[in-house]
């Protein structure tokens, strides 16, 4: 019989994590969110609970949790704020994960332990001007020049890119092509690099101006000439496009359980706000329009729970996975976006104030049915897993 109640060991992560988004996250993440700057006293704390670790063995610095147990502890940090939970996201899934998965003894050895603590964040830079959802069009290039790469492009619209506590991007870019000859052409081989912070040619820009999102930290990148050492390859080379498409693949399980959190969170707040708002002489959660409003958001909160659930099992049991992530990434994207919409109604004026729980929601939302695979590359991912592929 299937049972799809937490075990006792993840329910404890779970309560862990919920106390810390009330008792830290929620009082002070309202002030960073305004004021457009990232929550360092909040990221420590999280590395000092292990948040950084939780997917990663104790032999180099983590908590020798799962994948599981970190979508756990996403849900929980969305429920509150999500530019908190797209931080833990995006240096877990996307920056230490792909050393993880695909680097060397001593490149895990040099950098997980710091970023299992949380003393640096990494990055992923994949995504271009022209190369987003089409990263096969990565213009970026990495060029041998003896011992060393030379990285020439640029990336845009990454995440923990220039924190004062960066440590590292690791870079796509493409190496060489298939067959090349004196004409250049054949199939471009991309490949991952990793480039400390601060290598000469490196620049990070000024911080984007974003919808949603204010508290975290994102950067357009260039690289004029950056050298880094061959040893800085991640993985097999011309392997890079196939590791950041299974990164991808885990990271749409994340997302999916931080929209998820995010779709609660609305639950969560238009519940409080529907008992205590009085109007016409009674609360308005006597009304049915309302009662029936958060009805709708609980179950599409529900469903998207099970959906990441099921594919972050999946994941762990070793079985194919692709399909149930794009479908979890799919509908909680999308959940979170209309109970977004929902709660912003039930609480009107309030519900349009930046100060308020759901006005944040409401900002951050959206983001979810772009980043890390749109919602349409989604639907052409499912297409393509039932064998509609054109």
């Given at each position: 019989m299937l049972d799809h109640r937490l075990s006792s060991e993840y329910e404890d992560l779970r309560r862990t994590v919920a106390a810390f988004a009330q008792d830290v996250v929620a009082p002070k993440i309202g002030a960073y969110?305004?004021?457009r700057r990232f929550p360092y006293e909040i990221v420590a704390e999280m590395g000092r609970l292990g948040l950084f670790g939780l997917p990663f063995p104790e032999e180099y610095g983590g908590m020798g949790g799962d994948y599981f147990a970190?979508?756990?502890?996403?849900?929980?940090?969305?429920?509150?704020?999500?530019?908190?939970?797209i931080t833990l996201e995006a240096a877990v899934s996307l920056g230490a994960m792909p050393i993880y998965r695909?680097?060397?003894?001593e490149q895990k050895r040099e950098w997980l332990p710091r970023m299992c603590s949380g003393e640096i964040l990494g990055a992923f830079g994949l995504t271009e001007p022209e190369a987003g959802s089409d990263a096969g069009g990565t213009r970026t290039t990495a060029v041998r020049d003896g011992d060393e790469w030379v990285i020439n492009g640029s990336k845009c619209f990454i995440t923990n890119s220039g924190t004062d506590i960066t440590g590292l991007v690791t870079v796509?870019?493409?190496?060489g092509r298939t067959g090349s000859d004196s004409s250049g052409s054949g199939r471009p081989l991309i490949s991952?690099?990793?480039?400390?912070?601060?290598?000469?040619?490196?620049?990070?820009?000024?911080?984007?101006?974003?919808?949603?999102?204010?508290?975290s930290d994102t950067h357009e990148l260039s690289f004029e000439n950056v050298r880094v050492p061959l040893a800085n390859l991640v993985g097999e080379e011309g392997r890079g496009y196939?590791?950041?498409?299974?990164?991808?693949?885990?990271g749409r399980i994340a997302i999916a359980a931080l929209g998820t959190g995010l779709a609660q969170g609305c639950v969560d707040e238009s519940l409080g706000y529907a008992r205590t708002r009085q109007a016409f002489g009674r609360p308005i959660g006597a009304n049915q329009v309302i009662q029936f409003k958060i009805a709708d958001m609980?179950?599409?909160?529900?469903?998207?729970?099970?959906?990441?659930?099921?594919?972050?099992?999946?994941l762990l049991h070793g079985e194919a996975f692709k399909k149930e992530a794009a479908i979890a990434k799919l509908y909680s994207s999308e959940a979170?976006?209309?109970?977004?919409?929902?709660?912003t109604q039930i609480h009107g004026g309030y519900g349009f104030m930046n100060e308020s729980a759901v006005g944040r929601f409401w900002r951050d939302c959206k983001i979810l049915e772009i980043g890390e695979g749109t919602s349409e590359v989604q639907r052409m991912l499912i297409a393509r897993e039932l064998g509609m592929a054109s």
């Open positions: 969110y305004e004021e970190l979508c756990v502890a996403l849900e929980e940090l969305a429920r509150v704020d999500s530019s908190v939970a695909f680097g060397t003894e796509t870019a493409v190496t991952s690099i990793i480039v400390p912070s601060g290598t000469p040619g490196f620049t990070v820009a000024a911080p984007y101006s974003k919808v949603g999102w204010n508290a196939a590791q950041f498409l299974r990164i991808l693949d885990e609980e179950t599409r909160t529900h469903m998207s729970r099970l959906a990441w659930r099921d594919a972050a099992s999946r979170a976006v209309d109970n977004a919409r929902e709660a």
